[in-house]
């Protein structure tokens, strides 16, 4: 079924069932980008990456720390 065809049931719910759907295609959403598979962390050889799929899709998942990139143009003298 296409959007289009979807378009007229979706415009005729209330908006408390237009929130709930969107939730859940929020939450659906989400959970395809934990699992994207490890195949999609490799990378052609020519680009030398010095980590494994594995080490590559670990810290693709991982959403903490970090720094912003002004932080460390500012602690390299750059503003």
Not at 18 to 44: C, G, M, N, T, Y
Request: proline share 9%.
């Amino acid at each position: 079924m296409s959007v289009a065809e979807l378009m007229p049931s979706l415009q005729s719910l209330e908006r408390a069932e237009k929130f709930q759907l969107i939730q859940w295609l929020a939450a659906d959403l989400a959970s395809e980008e934990r699992a994207l598979p490890e195949s999609e962390f490799v990378l052609p050889p020519e680009d030398q990456c010095p980590y494994t799929p594995a080490e590559l899709a670990r810290m693709y998942s991982n959403r903490s720390g970090g720094r912003p990139l002004s932080e460390i143009w500012r602690s390299l003298g750059r503003t």
